[in-house]
């Protein structure tokens, strides 16, 4: 089982970005609840926005809302994060994750799987 996040990069303040993660491996990633987390440097690690496998669901952290989407394609098993608007204080190295475990969603230990993480820097 492995998430392949991509998308990174540098963009200046008020740029966007297209965040993928596709997943692989034997389980079916489709009936997952999948999404992001971030870490900024000397920061504790945020939850910043997942999606319920049927997309009826998202859950998105207040400093995000308006701003970033969270998207899957479930026939590609990949899962997206469109961020606008982006901030200096959106720098970041971004997570995908993916199984959620149904407790504090805010919380990374309640997924199971984790990618690699994909650096974005806002330049202000």
């Known amino acids: 089982v492995q998430l392949q996040a991509s998308g990174g990069g540098l963009v200046q303040a008020g740029g966007s970005l297209r965040l993928s993660c596709a997943a692989s491996?034997?389980?079916?990633?489709?009936?997952?609840?999948m999404g992001w987390f971030r870490q900024a440097p000397g920061k504790e690690r945020e939850f910043v926005e997942a999606?319920?496998?049927?997309?009826?669901?998202?859950y998105t952290t207040d400093s995000v809302k308006g701003r970033f989407t969270i998207s899957r394609d479930n026939a590609k098993n990949t899962v997206y994060l469109q961020m606008n608007s982006l901030k200096a204080g959106d720098t970041a190295v971004y997570y995908c994750?993916?199984?959620?475990?149904?407790?504090?969603?805010?919380?990374?230990?309640?997924?199971?799987?984790w990618g690699q993480g994909t650096q974005v820097t806002v330049s202000s």
């Open positions: 999606i319920t496998w049927s997309g009826d669901r998202i």
């Open positions: 994750v993916a199984d959620w475990n149904g407790s504090d969603i805010n919380l990374g230990k309640n997924f199971r799987f």
């Open positions: 491996g034997r389980t079916t990633f489709s009936r997952y609840v």
